[in-house]
């Protein structure tokens, strides 16, 4: 569970599906690659940090003892997978070593993927929701969100980037038609009408 919250260990995984979009999915793995930058920049940086500001609720760890999983630093970090994690129960030193607990990004950040994999790629892109599924249990699992926090960021993640998408698939329309009308002739649309 520790390691799959810790987005260090699948940096190289990341790194190596994003080069494999942009060059070897065309003009859909380019656009997606495009409006996942921008949607984790709104939905992961922006909205999560105000609502954490806002709400500023407190975590598990931060107001009850909890099991906690710690991983074994090491470099490059995926060697941590092949060492002994360590294991201890939450005390005062960690009452103020996280932020606010609402709404969690790890959930953002993986859900606003999915909805967008599953726009963009449907014959395959919703498998993602098992990941990110899977990234939700382990917040609950290590005791940085309350199981309420999870899934209210669920809903909220999922609806903010439709909404986001949304925009921005009509503003590719009113300006890929007046600035790009070839690219905007075989491209009409940036959501859909994928293969993989």
Not at 19 to 40: P, S, T
Not at 112 to 121: C, D, M, R
Not at 137 to 165: C, M, N, Q
């Amino acid at each position: 569970m520790a390691a799959l919250s810790n987005v260090d260990i699948w940096k190289p995984v990341i790194l190596l599906l994003v080069l494999y979009a942009l060059i070897f999915r065309g003009f859909k793995g380019r656009a997606l690659v495009c409006c996942v930058a921008i949607a984790l920049f709104v939905t992961g940086n922006l909205t999560v940090g105000v609502l954490k500001t806002f709400v500023d609720r407190r975590r598990p760890k931060q107001v009850q003892r909890v099991r906690m999983v710690e991983l074994q630093a090491a470099r490059p970090e995926f060697l941590t997978l092949f060492r002994r994690p360590t294991i201890r129960y939450s005390s005062e030193r960690d009452r103020n070593r996280s932020g606010p607990s609402f709404p969690s990004g790890h959930v953002t950040n993986n859900v606003t993927i999915a909805v967008l994999l599953a726009l963009f790629f449907r014959r395959w892109g919703w498998l993602y929701f098992f990941v990110a599924a899977a990234i939700g249990y382990s917040r609950i699992y290590l005791g940085a969100h309350w199981p309420s926090d999870v899934l209210a960021t669920i809903f909220l993640a999922a609806g903010e980037t439709l909404l986001l998408i949304a925009l921005i698939e009509a503003f590719w329309r009113w300006s890929a038609a007046r600035w790009a009308p070839e690219v905007f002739a075989r491209h009409p649309r940036l959501v859909g009408d994928g293969h993989l």
